[in-house]
């Protein structure tokens, strides 16, 4: 992933993968339904979900499905978490669901470029763009909070509540640069 990603996303991006359990939907999601929400993106039934600098993957990553997550991680990178979180919901509310969301457009553009042709480098901080001209997030970027917040370990534990106090079996290491 060197020459894609800054050393700083490679080196501090940590990646989980569970094992005989899944990411489930957040506790709120029973009220969105209430409220006439039928689209809402599946946590339990997509390959990964990225949290600030963690990944949370249901299967082993391939090359593509970690390209994917560390386009994200980058976003983050460049919004902060409350940033990323809000155009997240935004893009979800305005594009229709989960496939008209801005930033999961940019990351399977991103990925699909990579995928083509891997060993043709480009600068996913410069796509990406906040600040750097990139098109991808300029439609939503006013005054965006800046920088980096890190997430361990035992605060992605906190971030779905439902992983409290439960057992489960996962791995997580981190990546060799490549």
């Given at each position: 992933?060197d020459?894609?990603?800054?050393?700083?996303?490679l080196?501090t991006?940590?990646?989980l993968?569970?094992?005989?359990?899944?990411?489930?939907?957040?506790?709120?999601?029973?009220?969105?339904?209430?409220?006439?929400?039928?689209?809402l993106?599946?946590?339990?039934?997509m390959?990964?979900?990225?949290f600030?600098?963690?990944?949370?993957?249901h299967?082993p990553f391939?090359?593509?499905?970690l390209?994917h997550?560390l386009?994200h991680v980058?976003?983050?990178r460049?919004?902060?978490?409350?940033?990323?979180a809000?155009?997240y919901?935004?893009?979800f509310?305005?594009?229709?669901?989960?496939?008209?969301?801005?930033?999961e457009?940019?990351?399977?553009?991103?990925?699909?470029?990579?995928e083509r042709?891997p060993?043709?480098r480009?600068s996913?901080?410069?796509?990406?763009?906040?600040g750097t001209?990139g098109e991808?997030?300029?439609w939503c970027m006013?005054n965006a909070a800046r920088?980096?917040?890190r997430?361990?370990h035992?605060?992605?534990?906190d971030?779905?509540?439902?992983?409290?106090?439960?057992?489960f079996?996962?791995?997580?290491w981190?990546?060799?640069?490549s």
């Amino acid at each position: 992933m060197d020459g894609f990603f800054l050393p700083q996303v490679l080196d501090t991006t940590r990646l989980l993968v569970l094992n005989d359990t899944r990411v489930e939907n957040p506790h709120f999601y029973l009220l969105l339904l209430q409220m006439g929400f039928t689209n809402l993106p599946d946590f339990s039934s997509m390959a990964a979900v990225s949290f600030c600098n963690v990944v949370v993957s249901h299967q082993p990553f391939s090359d593509a499905l970690l390209f994917h997550e560390l386009v994200h991680v980058e976003q983050y990178r460049q919004l902060g978490i409350p940033r990323f979180a809000e155009l997240y919901v935004r893009g979800f509310l305005s594009g229709g669901g989960y496939d008209g969301i801005p930033l999961e457009i940019n990351a399977y553009d991103l990925g699909g470029r990579f995928e083509r042709n891997p060993k043709t480098r480009f600068s996913v901080r410069d796509e990406v763009g906040v600040g750097t001209g990139g098109e991808v997030l300029a439609w939503c970027m006013n005054n965006a909070a800046r920088g980096t917040y890190r997430v361990s370990h035992p605060d992605l534990l906190d971030v779905f509540g439902h992983f409290k106090n439960k057992r489960f079996s996962a791995r997580i290491w981190f990546p060799a640069r490549s």
